[in-house]
């Protein structure tokens, strides 16, 4: 499910996602409502529907799925933790930053907001760290792009983003940035990737900061992670082009684009 999330969002950027791409996909997409997807599939499947919907006008999920609305809120809300987040896993005992994310964007799309929302602000407050950036986890040492944007991301959906308390964050994305030109995950990996080079360029756009990088040198990263026969790979050692890193490096050329 989430290579056709990933498909669509990549199409829709290009201006490829045509009519009659849209009603086949939604088509499909409204077929899997009556199955028992997995959290991971669920997500992606309202990722799509509202990318179907907004871009061509395809509706999913409509109000006669109210029951089904109400079945993944349930659920979701079922992986709620103690610190206020959202793990992974029911058996989790630990909120995840990304997962918060994911989630709490999940219940948008569907119209709802999260129980106990100011628990969720505490538990984003809690994961940040003293020098800036946000941990994924409570037991993470380090803080990673990709959280950092889940956290400012989930902010954002709440209605609680406030940009001007945001320099730490600013400060830590851009010494991210590698010699490479795009963004690394975290202080320890050597090389930039374009899932961190593009959730962090997100980031800055949202947090109007794209310029404490050198976005031209993003986009060069971006471009070069092209590869040969089509779409792009993760990173220079990869030599594999998908469907989701394809997305990545589209959006983030999008994102670095020359005015």
Known sequence: ????????????????????????????????????EGIVDLISLIFAAAICEMAVGEMVIDDDDAEWVDYVANLLESLRTDDGGFAKTPEGRAGSTYQTFLSVLCLELMGRTPENTDKVIEFLNSQ?????????IRAAKRAGVNPTAAAVGTLKSLDRLNPESMRPTIEFLSTMQSDEGGLTANTRIPFADLLSSCTGMITLVDLDAADAVDVAAVHRYANSM?????????F?????ADVEYTFYGLATLALTAPM
């Open 1 to 36: 499910m989430w290579t056709i999330a990933f498909a669509l969002r990549g199409l829709w950027i290009l201006d490829a996602l045509t009519p009659e791409i849209g009603a086949s996909a939604a088509n499909f997409l409204r077929g899997r409502l009556s199955h028992r």
């Open 128 to 136: 940040a760290h003293p020098e800036g950036g946000y941990l994924e």
């Open 226 to 234: 092209q590869a040969a026969g089509g779409g792009f790979t993760g």
């Open 236 to 240: 220079a050692l990869d030599h594999t």
